[in-house]
C-alpha cells in the first residue's frame, strides 16, 4: 500500500437523538468546524428527533437544505436508517465522499489540532485503515472516588490498561474515530444488531467495525493515537453505582451479540489480556492504596469486582439465554435409590486421561483394589496420539477397558467413561492419583450401609504423595485437596436416621452453591441410578476449557440442588502428585478462580438466582476478609501473590464461561452422553 501524493480529506459526522446535549453538540460542532480544511466536510445526522433537526437548521441560519454559503461544508440530515447510532453512523457514511470519515460523539468536543494530527496519521501510514483517538474524561463535578480507573470504558472514556498511543488495538473508542472511508464501505459499515438506541446503554458495534476491518483487509492495522483527542462530558446521571452496574451488564450482552457474529475468539480477545493483566494488577493496587491510608481504596476494588461480575453476567445471560443452569426438571422431595446397593455389585472405577506416563501406576493401582468387584475404564482424551494405548499396552487384564473421546475437556471425558460403566456405582478419580487399595471398598461400604437409600455420592480425601517437597507440603497444608479426618454428610434438607452414619457437616456462608468443602472430582463416586437423575458433568466447565475447572463443584452442587445427600468417607484415600514448582501452582491458583466463579455464574439464569444473590455480599466478604474461613486456611507461608492470581480469577470467570458456553453451543457431538441437569 504506497503512500499517498495528498493528504486526505476528511468527512467529521457526528451523531445527536437529543436536545438535552444541546450546548455540548453545538460546541462539539464548533471546535470540528474550525479544523476542516477545503475538501473536508461536517455532517450532523439526527437520529430520528425532526424537532431537533429544526432547531439545528434554524440555529445555523439556513431556511431549507444544508450546505448554505454561510456554513459551506456543514450537513445537517435525518437518520433514513434503522434507529440508534449505528444506524446514524451509516447515514453518515451516505452523505460522506472524502478519504476517511472521523466519527465524533454528540458529547465530546474536539482538542485544538486533533484533526491535522489525524490527517498527518492517516498521510504518512497508508496501511492504518482507523484510528482510535484519545478520549479524556471531562467530569461534571469531581471523579467520584469510588470509580475505578480500570472501567473508564463505562463512561465512553480512556481507561486504566488501554494500550499505549500508537499500538495497534481490535477497535477504537466510537467518542472519536477514523475510518478510510472507501474500507468502511467494503465491510458494510456498522452493523444494526449492535450500537446504542437513545439511552440504553449497549455497545460494540466499533468493535465489530475493527474486527471485520482486519479479517477484510489483513494487511491493515487499527491502531490508537492519542494525538487526535476529545474531551468527553460525563455528566452527574453517569456517576451513579447504578448507571456504572447497568452499562457493565449491557456491554456483556452486547459482547455475547459479538461473539454469535465474529466468533468468541475475536469478540473477548482483548477481554482476556483485560482481565489478566489490568484487573489483577487493579487488585493488588488498590489493597496497596488501602494500605497506604487511602479510605476510598476498597470500595473501588469492591466495584470492580461487580463491574466484572456484572459484565461476565450480562455476557452469560446473553450467550446462553434462559436455558442457562435450569433444571429439566424439577427435583423431587428426598429422592431415594429404588434398589439396595450390596457388597458384590460391580464398582466401575473411570479415569479420564490425556495420556500422561502417570496413569499406568493409577490404573495399576485401582486394578489392585481389594475386597471389591470391580472394571476399570479408562477414558482416553487424546486418542488420535496413541499414548495411552501404549502406555497401558503392558497390561493384560479383561476387566480393564480403554474408551476413547476425541473431544478435549475432563467433563466430556469423564461423561464418556461414565456411559460406558456397567457398574452399580461409578468412581472417579484423576490420571495423577493412586487410590489406597482399600479405596473402592471403603466407597462401597457407606452405600452398603446406608438403609436410607438417599446418599447418592460419596466423597474421599486427597493426601500427598510419599516425601512430598516444602512446595508440597505448603500447598496440604491450605487444606485445599485434604477435606479432613472426619465423616460428614451433605445435604440441604436433613432426613430421619441418615445421621446414624455420621453427623451432618456445618454448612458455610456459600453452601450449596458453592462445594469446595463438599469433595472434588479426583475422589468421588456416584450411585448408578442417582447419576441418571443428576445427569453428567457440564460440558462448558473443567480442565480443556476456558473455565479450567469447577466440573466437579458443578457436579456436586447439582447431586445437592436435587435433594440427594454426599457422604465424605475419609478413610476412602487417594494420594496425589500436588504440584511442585511455583509456575504450575500458579495456574492451578488461577485455575481455581475461574472455575470457582464459572461455575456460581451458571446459576445466573436459573431458578436459585435469588438465593444466590442473598449470600453474594457475604461472599465478598470471605473473600477478601483476611479472618475468613477460606483466606485462614492457607498457612503463613503461602506466597500473597498466588491470593491475587486466584482472586484475578473469580474476576475472569463470568466471561470465561461464557465462551465456553459458546464452544460447546457450537458443537454438534452431543449424543450418547448424560445430560446436564442442573
Known amino acids: 500500500m504506497g503512500r499517498p501524493s495528498r493528504s486526505p480529506s476528511l468527512c467529521t459526522v457526528i451523531c445527536c437523538y437529543t436536545a438535552q446535549r444541546w450546548d455540548l453538540l453545538i460546541d462539539g460542532i464548533g471546535a470540528a468546524a474550525t479544523q476542516l480544511h477545503e475538501g473536508d466536510r461536517l455532517v450532523v445526522v439526527v437520529d430520528h428527533n425532526p424537532e ?351 474408551v476413547p473421546e476425541p473431544v478435549p475437556g475432563a467433563s466430556r471425558a469423564r461423561n464418556t467413561g461414565m456411559a460406558a460403566a456397567r457398574g452399580t456405582v461409578i468412581a472417579l478419580t484423576d490420571d495423577d492419583a493412586i487410590p489406597e487399595p482399600r479405596w473402592a471398598a471403603q466407597i462401597l461400604d457407606v452405600f452398603v450401609r446406608d438403609r436410607t437409600r438417599s446418599i447418592a455420592m460419596v466423597t474421599g480425601r486427597v493426601v500427598s504423595t510419599e516425601s512430598p517437597t516444602e512446595l508440597q507440603t505448603m500447598f496440604e497444608d491450605g487444606g485445599i485437596f485434604d477435606k479432613g479426618d472426619d465423616a460428614k454428610i451433605w445435604t440441604i434438607e436433613q432426613r430421619p436416621h441418615l445421621d446414624d452414619l455420621a453427623g451432618y457437616a456445618e454448612h458455610r456462608v456459600f453452601f450449596p452453591y458453592s462445594t469446595g468443602p463438599v469433595g472434588g472430582a479426583g475422589n468421588c463416586a456416584i450411585a448408578r441410578e442417582a447419576a441418571g437423575d443428576i445427569g453428567g458433568f457440564d460440558e462448558r466447565l473443567g480442565p480443556a476449557t476456558p473455565t479450567l475447572g469447577g466440573e466437579d463443584l458443578d457436579y456436586l452442587r447439582t447431586a445437592l440442588f436435587r435433594n440427594w445427600a454426599i457422604y465424605y468417607q475419609p478413610s476412602a484415600v487417594v494420594s496425589h502428585y500436588h504440584r511442585d514448582n511455583l509456575a504450575d501452582l500458579r495456574t492451578q491458583c488461577w485455575g481455581y478462580g475461574t472455575g470457582m466463579s464459572a461455575c456460581l455464574t451458571k446459576l445466573v439464569a436459573s431458578r436459585h438466582l435469588a438465593g444466590l444473590l442473598l449470600r453474594f455480599p457475604a461472599g465478598v466478604r470471605e473473600l477478601f476478609a483476611p479472618g475468613s474461613n477460606l483466606n485462614s486456611r492457607y498457612p503463613d507461608t503461602w506466597p500473597f501473590h498466588l491470593r491475587v492470581i486466584e482472586v484475578s480469577g473469580y474476576l475472569a470467570g463470568p466471561l470465561l464461561y461464557a465462551k465456553s458456553a459458546w464452544n460447546v453451543r457450537r458443537r454438534a457431538t452431543r449424543t450418547n452422553h448424560l445430560g446436564d441437569r442442573t
Request: with cysteine; proline share 5%; hydrophobic share 40%.
Open 52 to 402: 431537533l433537526q429544526a432547531r439545528l437548521i434554524r440555529h445555523f441560519g439556513a431556511d431549507g437544505a444544508f450546505p448554505t454559503d454561510d456554513a459551506p461544508d456543514l450537513h445537517v440530515v435525518a437518520n433514513t436508517q434503522t434507529k440508534g447510532l449505528s444506524g446514524a453512523r451509516n447515514t453518515g457514511i451516505d452523505h460522506a465522499d472524502q478519504d476517511v470519515i472521523v466519527y465524533l460523539d454528540d458529547d465530546a468536543v474536539l482538542r485544538p489540532g486533533a484533526l491535522d494530527h489525524l490527517r498527518s496519521v492517516m498521510h504518512s501510514r497508508p496501511e492504518v485503515v482507523a484510528v482510535g483517538g484519545g478520549v479524556h474524561a471531562a467530569w461534571e463535578g469531581r471523579t467520584p472516588r469510588w470509580f475505578p480507573d480500570e472501567f473508564g470504558w463505562v463512561v465512553g472514556c480512556d481507561y486504566r490498561g488501554i494500550a499505549a498511543s500508537g499500538s495497534q488495538v481490535r477497535n477504537p473508542i466510537g467518542a472519536a474515530m477514523a475510518v478510510r472511508r472507501p474500507e468502511l464501505v467494503k465491510i458494510g459499515g456498522f452493523s444494526s444488531a449492535l450500537g446504542r438506541v437513545g439511552t440504553l446503554p449497549v455497545g460494540c458495534e466499533e468493535t465489530l467495525m475493527g474486527i471485520e476491518l482486519r479479517n477484510t483487509f489483513p494487511r491493515s492495522t487499527v491502531i490508537r493515537d492519542s494525538g487526535f483527542a476529545v474531551d468527553h462530558h460525563v455528566p452527574q446521571a453517569r456517576q451513579t453505582v447504578g448507571y456504572y452496574l447497568s452499562r457493565c451488564r449491557h456491554e456483556g450482552r452486547s459482547k455475547a451479540k459479538l461473539s454469535a457474529i465474529a466468533g468468541p475468539e475475536s469478540a473477548f480477545s482483548a477481554e482476556t489480556s483485560y482481565l489478566t493483566r489490568t484487573i489483577t494488577s487493579g487488585v493488588v493496587r488498590y489493597l496497596g492504596q488501602f494500605g497506604r491510608g487511602d479510605i476510598f481504596a476498597p470500595a473501588r476494588l469492591l466495584i470492580m469486582v461487580l463491574g466484572v461480575f456484572a459484565t461476565g453476567m450480562g455476557t452469560v445471560l446473553g450467550t446462553v439465554g434462559s436455558g442457562v443452569g435450569r433444571s429439566r426438571r424439577r427435583a423431587r422431595t428426598l429422592p431415594t435409590l429404588t434398589n439396595p446397593i450390596t457388597r458384590e455389585d460391580l464398582v466401575s472405577i473411570v479415569i479420564p486421561t490425556v495420556g500422561r506416563d502417570q496413569v499406568l501406576k493409577t490404573v495399576r493401582a485401582a486394578l489392585a483394589q481389594q475386597e471389591v468387584n470391580l472394571e476399570v475404564i479408562v477414558a482416553d482424551n487424546r486418542p488420535g496420539t496413541g499414548d495411552t494405548t501404549r502406555i497401558l499396552s503392558v497390561i493384560d487384564d479383561p476387566r480393564l477397558r480403554i
